[in-house]
């Protein structure tokens, strides 16, 4: 159950940041990955862990390691009214937008996130579309986060679109512009 999926991830970029200084268990990680260009990003309930592994970077910072950038897409985060699922699957959460992961709204520490640019990517029929935004919002909103946030909709589709019709215009213009959050800061 729930928070493993956090504890996994936060170890997963752990394990990452031990090459950082060229000498852990994976040589390609050792020689070819610039660690002062991190990005982190996920889709859906992905898009909440990789927030909340953005927190734990900032909070604890990883030596050798520079968050430039985080991508949520379609980004799961809870709301006021009990998600029985999440209760089911995080039995310590209420399950409800008090939870600091869950909503990161009422999370004191989402004014210091390391990233300097977020791009949040919605869909319009998407259900959790509000969220999304409510999420975009509170990071624009919270006092001393000196970041640039991105709110990017696309008009049509609903949650994962570009998965499962990922020949459609509309997807590859989605894939188009998230290559291009990522190249820009590659290019700087």
Same mark, same amino acid.
């Given at each position: 159950p729930l928070p493993i999926a956090y504890e996994d991830?936060? %170890? =997963?970029l752990q394990w990452v940041a031990a090459h950082a200084k060229g000498n852990g268990p994976e040589p390609w990680l050792n020689e070819y990955v610039d660690y002062d260009k991190v990005f982190l990003g996920g889709e859906s309930a992905g898009a909440n862990i990789a927030h909340d592994v953005a927190i734990q970077a900032t909070v604890s910072p990883l030596e050798g390691i520079k968050?430039?950038?985080l991508i949520l897409i379609h980004p799961y985060f809870a709301n006021e009214v009990p998600d029985k699922l999440i209760q089911y699957l995080y039995p310590t959460s209420t399950g409800t937008g008090d939870d600091p992961r869950l909503n990161p709204g009422v999370d004191p520490r989402l004014a210091k996130l390391a990233c300097k640019k977020v791009l949040v990517c919605v869909a319009e029929n998407d259900k959790l579309k509000d969220r999304g935004v409510a999420y975009y919002k509170s990071l624009l909103n919270s006092s001393g986060w000196r =970041?640039? %946030?991105e709110l990017l909709e696309t008009e049509g589709e609903d949650h994962c679109f570009h998965l499962f019709e990922p020949t459609l215009e509309k997807a590859k213009s989605f894939l188009s512009k998230l290559a291009s959050f990522i190249n820009d800061d590659v290019n700087e």
């Open positions: 991830s936060w %170890a =997963g968050l430039v950038r =970041g640039n %946030a």
